[in-house]
């Protein structure tokens, strides 16, 4: 079984499952603008994709035109890290059945800006861990939303020493106030950010889940594009 890998903290692995193979497919949309709004129980979350992520935008708007998501449930959730969904296989599935293996046979291919960073309510791609996707290429359909933490200034100098790399004035800003989840920068690409409902995003996150980090409760969404 394939598995999608996100770091939870700076020494803790979670692994979540997801089918993808080795292909990657470059997507032609039709028109659209920026802006989805995606639907759930607990309200709406309305997010621009950036034009920076070519690949992944045209991808998504693709995912969002086929009705791909619609009915596809937030199947992983933790609290202060991130909620997950785009699993079609979770579409049909039965209570506590285990999500994370569906998805489309193509992935696409990784698009890192660093401009573009894990703050709280951006949207990036789920993909397969590093042993088996060395290339950091994105799974074709899920996704997850930032939650996170606020990080100390203390705290991102050892994110900086143990991952080797070096925050910009505006992430330590950001992870600093409205927090985010700095370990994952430059593993996962970024490809937008919640406009509203960062509200509901936490609501989501703060529902009761199973040992898969699964919610008890499904929370199915509707996702559409609306005006700019």
Known sequence: MKRIFLILITILFVSSACKITKQTTVITP???????????????????????????????????EEHYLDSTLFHRVINHFMIQ?????????LTGAELGNGGPTYTI??????????????LAAAREGD???????SSGSQFYIVQGNVYTNEQLDGFEK????????????????????????????????????LDVVDKIAAVKTDQNNRPTEDIRM??????N
């Open 30 to 64: 039709k028109k659209h603008g920026n802006i989805v709004l995606i639907s759930t129980k607990y309200g709406d979350i309305k997010l621009k994709l950036y034009d920076e992520t070519p690949l992944h935008k045209a991808n998504f708007i693709k995912l969002v």
């Open 162 to 197: 143990r991952m080797g790399i070096k925050f910009t004035v505006e992430q330590r800003k950001m992870y600093t106030t409205i927090g985010g989840t700095p370990h994952l920068d430059g593993s996962y690409t970024v490809f937008g950010e919640v406009i509203s409902g």
């Open 85 to 93: 969904g785009g699993d079609p296989d979770s579409k049909r599935a």
């Open 109 to 122: 291919l990784a698009e890192f800006v660093p401009a573009l960073f894990h703050k709280k309510g951006v």
């Open 222 to 227: 509707m996702v559409t594009f609306v005006d």
């Open 131 to 137: 042993n088996v996707n060395p290339a950091k290429a």
